[in-house]
């Protein structure tokens, strides 16, 4: 299995606005840059949407260096414990960007594009750590997920042998960087299809218009689709856009029924649905030649196992049974990086629990239904802990008792609610937000800041957050 992600071909490889590397350029500064890189035990990057955080990871790839990306609006207490638990060796970044103080114990190295001799470079094998992402959990801080090399090559193809991705086709994306979603399905995979990542910076729709003249296909998180269902009936340009798209990918949360059609009503296109994991990458998805059915994250992809369980642990095998979803295959992560607690218990019998619930149509199709862990938000397709957020608002003065939920919200799917008995003088809901934002990420900020005298609690002592949110 080798680890083609910098191949020699004048195709352009990276597109940032207007700075854009070709397959030959990027292998060149990559390489260079690899070559320093070569025995460090591990690396972050500062991820911006930029040319450089894609360099960065085609570095640390070749050199066989375990990366740690790192968002670029990361806030103190979390940067604080990526840290500590991955002890990076050296920060890469982009010239000219400023880094938190946070990352003053870390030495920096810039990112050039300057390209030099470099390699070859020893294989480091397939199981060789490759990345480490972070990822909320129901409690506690954010868990690395180390994700061997094997994971992301395997996944690449088997999405590629669904989506029939080649070459030929450019990726239009608006995504992060420091995610799974944008970094290995958005900027890895084009790069190993020998093909194009248009990246726009940031999402807008009139951005999406633009990139999908030459764009053939698009990946993005339910909440884009939305903005873009809200648009599309009236703007004719941006409905020839996603006409003229081979193919619009969306995953990390469900796509709402309704935008699905509302986007296959204005453009004869239906959105394309695939499942996915931080600790499973791809799992499954509805086929480029397969039925795009609403409300469906389609078949499980070649080579991964799909399975319903019931509470007991037994698999289930009628049509139309409801379990947790349970995943074994090449795909899968390694660990959680120093949880070897949290790694044990995330599998039964070496298949991944992902505490999702879901269900098969008779044809084998899935249908994600419901999660198990209620403490988990999903929010704009980030995923948030409940706990996390309540122990940082439990740090403000302001604060005497907190619990905080997810409601429903067309925009995110999810927004954050926190449910706050103040201590004192009621602080505004906005500081409370840029508390959460300062601490955390602005995206892990509660959206609505809901006042009350007391939280309802069990015998125990617990707060019983479906009482809360009826
Ligand atoms: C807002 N901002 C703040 C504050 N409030 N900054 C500091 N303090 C505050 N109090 C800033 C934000 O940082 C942001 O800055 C801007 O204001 C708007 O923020 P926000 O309202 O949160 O975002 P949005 O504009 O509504 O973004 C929607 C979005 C975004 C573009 C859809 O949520 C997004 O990119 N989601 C993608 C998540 C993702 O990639 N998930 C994949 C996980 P600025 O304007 O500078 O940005 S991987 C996964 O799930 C698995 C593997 C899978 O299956 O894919
Ligand atoms: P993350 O931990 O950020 O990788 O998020 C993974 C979770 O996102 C999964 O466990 C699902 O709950 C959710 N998810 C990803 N793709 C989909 C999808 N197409 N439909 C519904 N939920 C999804």
Same mark, same amino acid.
């Given at each position: 299995m080798t680890l083609m992600f910098a191949l020699q071909s004048d195709r352009v490889a990276l597109r940032f606005g207007d700075r854009t590397l070709t397959h030959t350029e990027l292998a060149a500064c990559a390489g260079t840059l690899a070559q320093q890189l070569s025995g460090l035990p591990r690396v972050a990057i500062w991820a911006?949407?930029?040319?450089?955080?894609?360099?960065?990871?085609?570095?640390?790839?070749?050199?066989?260096?375990?990366?740690?990306?790192?968002?670029?609006?990361?806030?103190?207490?979390?940067l604080a414990h990526i840290v500590s638990d991955s002890a990076p060796a050296l920060v890469l970044a982009a010239p000219g960007t400023r880094l938190p103080t946070g990352l003053d114990s870390v030495p920096r190295r810039d990112v050039t594009l300057d390209g030099g001799d470099f390699g070859p470079f020893a294989d480091p094998g397939d199981e060789a750590p490759a990345l480490i992402v972070y990822t909320s959990g129901t409690t506690g801080a954010p868990k690395g997920v180390v994700l061997p090399r094997r994971a992301i090559v395997s996944t690449l193809d088997a999405v590629a042998e669904a989506w029939e991705w080649t070459s030929?086709?450019?990726?239009?994306?608006?995504?992060?960087?420091?995610?799974?979603?944008?970094?290995?399905? *958005?900027?890895? *995979?084009?790069?190993?299809?020998?093909?194009?990542?248009?990246?726009?910076?940031?999402? !807008?729709?009139?951005?999406?218009?633009?990139?999908?003249? $030459?764009g053939t296909m698009m990946f993005g998180v339910?909440?884009?689709?939305?903005?873009?269902?809200?648009?599309?009936?009236? $703007?004719?340009?941006?409905?020839?856009?996603?006409?003229?798209?081979?193919?619009?990918? !969306? *995953? !990390?949360?469900?796509?709402?029924?309704? $935008?699905?059609?509302?986007?296959?009503?204005?453009?004869?296109?239906?959105?394309?649905?695939?499942?996915?994991?931080?600790?499973?990458?791809?799992?499954?998805?509805?086929?480029?030649?397969g039925d795009r059915r609403p409300g469906a994250v389609g078949v499980p992809l070649p080579g991964v196992e799909v399975r319903l369980v019931d509470d007991a642990g037994l698999a289930l095998d009628d049509v139309g049974a409801i379990g947790e979803i349970q995943v074994r295959g090449p795909n899968l992560f390694t660990e959680y990086l120093n949880r070897p607690d949290a790694t044990a218990e995330a599998f039964a019998d070496g298949w991944f629990r992902t505490g999702d619930v879901g269900t098969r149509d008779? $044809? *084998?199709y899935f249908r994600i239904v419901g999660r198990k862990a209620t403490d988990i938000i999903k929010s704009g397709g980030y995923k948030i802990g409940a706990g996390e957020i309540e122990n940082a608002?439990?740090?403000?003065?302001?604060?005497?008792?907190?619990?905080?939920?997810?409601?429903?919200?067309?925009?995110?799917?999810?927004?954050i609610v926190a449910w706050v008995v103040p201590a004192g003088a009621e602080p505004s809901s906005g500081e409370l937000a840029d508390h959460v934002a300062r601490l955390l990420t602005p995206h892990k900020r509660p959206r609505v800041v809901r006042f009350v005298e007391s939280l309802p609690r069990n015998d125990m002592g617990k707060v019983m957050k479906r009482a809360l949110r009826a």
């Amino acid at each position: 299995m080798t680890l083609m992600f910098a191949l020699q071909s004048d195709r352009v490889a990276l597109r940032f606005g207007d700075r854009t590397l070709t397959h030959t350029e990027l292998a060149a500064c990559a390489g260079t840059l690899a070559q320093q890189l070569s025995g460090l035990p591990r690396v972050a990057i500062w991820a911006t949407p930029a040319i450089e955080t894609c360099v960065a990871v085609v570095a640390a790839l070749l050199a066989g260096v375990p990366a740690v990306p790192l968002n670029p609006k990361v806030g103190e207490r979390e940067l604080a414990h990526i840290v500590s638990d991955s002890a990076p060796a050296l920060v890469l970044a982009a010239p000219g960007t400023r880094l938190p103080t946070g990352l003053d114990s870390v030495p920096r190295r810039d990112v050039t594009l300057d390209g030099g001799d470099f390699g070859p470079f020893a294989d480091p094998g397939d199981e060789a750590p490759a990345l480490i992402v972070y990822t909320s959990g129901t409690t506690g801080a954010p868990k690395g997920v180390v994700l061997p090399r094997r994971a992301i090559v395997s996944t690449l193809d088997a999405v590629a042998e669904a989506w029939e991705w080649t070459s030929e086709d450019v990726l239009v994306h608006a995504l992060p960087l420091f995610h799974v979603h944008g970094l290995i399905l *958005g900027v890895l *995979g084009p790069l190993r299809r020998g093909g194009t990542v248009h990246h726009l910076g940031k999402f !807008s729709t009139d951005a999406v218009t633009q990139a999908l003249n $030459d764009g053939t296909m698009m990946f993005g998180v339910p909440t884009m689709y939305h903005r873009i269902a809200e648009e599309v009936g009236e $703007d004719v340009k941006l409905a020839d856009a996603l006409s003229g798209a081979r193919l619009l990918v !969306s *995953g !990390s949360a469900a796509l709402p029924v309704r $935008d699905h059609e509302r986007i296959a009503a204005a453009t004869g296109q239906r959105v394309v649905e695939r499942y996915g994991m931080t600790e499973t990458l791809m799992n499954t998805s509805v086929r480029a030649d397969g039925d795009r059915r609403p409300g469906a994250v389609g078949v499980p992809l070649p080579g991964v196992e799909v399975r319903l369980v019931d509470d007991a642990g037994l698999a289930l095998d009628d049509v139309g049974a409801i379990g947790e979803i349970q995943v074994r295959g090449p795909n899968l992560f390694t660990e959680y990086l120093n949880r070897p607690d949290a790694t044990a218990e995330a599998f039964a019998d070496g298949w991944f629990r992902t505490g999702d619930v879901g269900t098969r149509d008779e $044809d *084998g199709y899935f249908r994600i239904v419901g999660r198990k862990a209620t403490d988990i938000i999903k929010s704009g397709g980030y995923k948030i802990g409940a706990g996390e957020i309540e122990n940082a608002l439990l740090e403000h003065p302001g604060v005497k008792e907190v619990a905080v939920t997810g409601e429903p919200d067309d925009d995110l799917g999810e927004r954050i609610v926190a449910w706050v008995v103040p201590a004192g003088a009621e602080p505004s809901s906005g500081e409370l937000a840029d508390h959460v934002a300062r601490l955390l990420t602005p995206h892990k900020r509660p959206r609505v800041v809901r006042f009350v005298e007391s939280l309802p609690r069990n015998d125990m002592g617990k707060v019983m957050k479906r009482a809360l949110r009826a």
